[in-house]
């Protein structure tokens, strides 16, 4: 126990500590705060509950990189307790007692405080080799990206360096404090490790522990004062905001699903991001949340294949430019530098591929891909600056309904001489058929289109198609930032459909999926959405189609990232395939860790930006790695990135869509 003078200055340092502390974490809040929207509390018990879970499971973690995330277990899990044990040493420095108990709830809490301290120290000392030492590569990024002064002199190391000695000094006293208890009292079978230390302090004297203990327990509950007013500055901030993140984030029907603007509201005057102010809060949280750990530019198919964009820079330099400006930001007033000036690069804005796979890895719920979706808002609808070629796509889809500006009335042309009702042929339908642009118009796609008329003829299903009236869902507009044109054609689609009564749709390309599935229930359109690969594999189970031969093909299938990621469909198309060819094998990336074709996010049309290579070349080249003869995709941008890959080569692996596969066996 303290001695009334210590315990009058503890509390003292106490006082000063919540001071600043407050300080520096209320402007956190009013930063954040300055972001646009409200928070949806919605179903709050159940999300309160899932953050709980995931963040004291650490479940997001685990999806990769194994080893580290076990040593960051160790780190965060003893952290976790160390509330507790912080809590139990004030009151044993205050009050002559053993906190707990000697019972079995006091033992326990001695055994896993001992058992973790022992933990913390050896992930904490894991890190720090891992960073300084070995110089791993996944801490470091391509010369080419954009970063802040700040983390080009060092931040980041000099911030991790400030956090892990703050780790192992807190935690290391607090354990040798116990083990100077532990030679003055006697063994403790409740603290093995603390024990075990124990007895190199055998020859010191009562005084001498005694001392020894009380300094323990200063160096440790002190570095606890002194680092909280840092703590909001620094990366180990993620250890509350990551629980906070999981907290609030947003339900959303899928993965990529993003908020409509409001274009009848008149008092909008800013569309899209143009500065940090101008991203949802949720988007400003983000940064804070962030561990630092580079995963999602590890799966980042625009970084890995060496383009200018990093998900991990974007949200680091966010972070640092906050740290740059926090009392301005909290006190309301407004920054003019954007998010060109200061977090990436253009020609970094324009490579995303909206794939997601940032998003799905992040271990704190972290969700770069939409800020660059905001920001790319910004620079179409407010500053008209976006690559020419897009123009193309966005004139053809205002004008004729589809990116290839081709007319409007051949889209029923791949269709001639198949017998494919229309909904005015049929308007008794079961299901309709959302052809989609490119089976309507993309000669290598169509072969798709008739494949699929094909099996839902021969399967007897009671389906039509809108013909002539179905026009671009909008998906490629509106991850490419013309979020009005996206809003003008989901609202003709919507009158459309619901004037037909549309509930079951089916669709031929993963993009219309998502988008009718997804999307449009913000603008009326509420339906049954489901992909053509689940409607063949349903089909086949029950009977209504019967393949007739065995494929002697090797297929590997290439998830696609809208079928995959974004709407969590796996199992039916590999289903689909085993009746219907002789042998499946699965790619190093795929299901939900799939990569992509680098189609999305409207690069389909246009040029690629500047890199080591491009993306499709990347994914067909891991497909060329299993041995398989053939590539099934489920998506027609899949199906002309990896043509086009396979083109490349003399004798390249054919790439078919499912549809074409399980047609031929018919």
Request: net charge negative.
């Amino acid at each position: 126990m303290l001695t009334l003078i210590e315990k009058i200055i503890f509390a003292v340092f106490v006082l000063a500590t919540i001071y600043n502390g407050y300080w520096a974490f209320y402007k956190v809040y009013l930063v954040i705060r300055r972001g646009q929207g409200d928070y949806d509390d919605a179903n709050i018990k159940r999300r309160a509950w899932e953050a709980l879970v995931n963040w004291v499971t650490l479940r997001p973690i685990w999806k990769t990189r194994p080893v580290s995330s076990l040593f960051h277990a160790f780190v965060a899990w003893g952290f976790m307790f160390y509330f507790l044990v912080n809590f139990g040493d004030v009151l044993q420095g205050y009050f002559p007692i053993k906190f707990l108990g000697t019972g079995w709830l006091g033992n326990t809490y001695r055994f896993l405080a001992d058992l973790l301290s022992v933990a913390a120290l050896v992930g904490m000392t894991y890190f720090l080799v891992r960073r300084f030492l070995a110089h791993d590569p996944h801490l470091s990024y391509h010369e080419n990206i954009k970063l802040h002064e700040k983390v080009l002199k060092g931040g980041v190391k000099r911030d991790s360096l400030i956090v892990g000695l703050f780790i192992l000094f807190h935690v290391g006293f607090r354990f040798l404090g116990e083990s100077f208890t532990i030679a003055h009292e006697g063994w403790d079978a409740y603290q093995p490790f603390a024990s075990a230390v124990s007895t190199l302090w055998s020859g010191m004297s009562e005084s001498t522990l005694i001392f020894w203990q009380h300094a323990s327990w200063w160096i440790a509950l002190g570095l606890i004062l002194a680092f909280i007013p840092y703590f909001p500055h620094s990366k180990h901030f993620h250890l509350m905001m990551a629980g906070v993140n999981f907290l609030v984030k947003p339900d959303r029907p899928a993965l990529g699903a993003m908020e409509p603007i409001d274009f009848d509201d008149e008092s909008i005057e800013q569309f899209g991001a143009a500065k940090l102010t101008d991203l949802t809060w949720k988007g400003i949280l983000d940064p804070y949340a962030c561990i630092m750990c580079n995963r999602c530019q590890d799966v980042c198919p625009a970084y890995i294949t060496g383009k200018e964009l990093s998900p991990s820079a974007l949200e680091i330099n966010k972070r640092y430019f906050i740290n740059d400006h926090v009392d301005l930001l909290a006190s309301g007033g407004d920054v003019e530098e954007t998010f060109l000036d200061f977090a990436l690069t253009e020609s970094a804005l324009w490579a995303c591929t909206t794939c997601g796979a940032c998003v799905e890895v992040c271990p704190v719920g972290n969700e770069p891909m939409f800020d660059i979706l905001h920001i790319r808002r910004n620079q179409v609808l407010m500053e008209s600056d976006f690559p020419g070629e897009l123009q193309t796509a966005f004139t053809g889809m205002e004008r004729t309904g589809n990116p290839w500006k081709l007319s409007a009335s051949d889209r029923m042309a791949w269709a001639e001489g198949l017998q494919v009702p229309t909904v005015d042929e049929n308007p008794d339908f079961e299901i309709l058929w959302w052809v989609g642009c490119a089976p309507s118009y993309d000669s290598r796609a169509q072969s798709t289109a008739k494949a699929l008329a094909k099996i839902l003829n021969e399967a007897g299903v009671n389906y039509a198609v809108l013909g002539n009236r179905e026009t671009c869902t909008g998906d490629s507009a509106r991850r490419a930032g013309n979020e009005y044109l996206f809003f003008e054609l989901a609202t003709q689609n919507v009158e459309t459909l619901n004037e037909v009564h549309a509930k079951k749709i089916v669709t031929t390309c993963p993009h219309c999926l998502h988008t009718l599935g997804a999307e449009y229930g913000a603008f009326g359109g509420h339906y049954d959405v489901i992909h053509h690969t689940q409607l063949i594999d349903q089909l086949i189970k029950e009977g209504k189609i019967r393949p007739q031969t065995e494929l002697q093909e090797t297929v590997t299938f290439h998830d696609p990232c809208y079928l995959g990621r974004h709407n969590g469909v796996y199992d039916e198309p590999r289903e689909a395939l085993s009746f219907v060819v002789a042998e499946t094998v699965e790619m190093e990336h795929s299901r939900n860790q799939s990569f992509c074709c680098g189609a999305g996010g409207a690069q389909m049309w246009k040029e690629e930006e500047h890199g080591t290579q491009a993306v499709n070349i990347k994914r067909y080249e891991e497909a060329v790695e299993t041995g398989a003869s053939c590539i099934a995709v489920g998506c027609p941008f899949c199906l002309t990135m990896l043509t086009d890959a396979s083109k490349q080569e003399e004798n390249g692996v054919v790439v078919k869509d499912i549809a074409e596969l399980v047609a031929e066996t018919l």
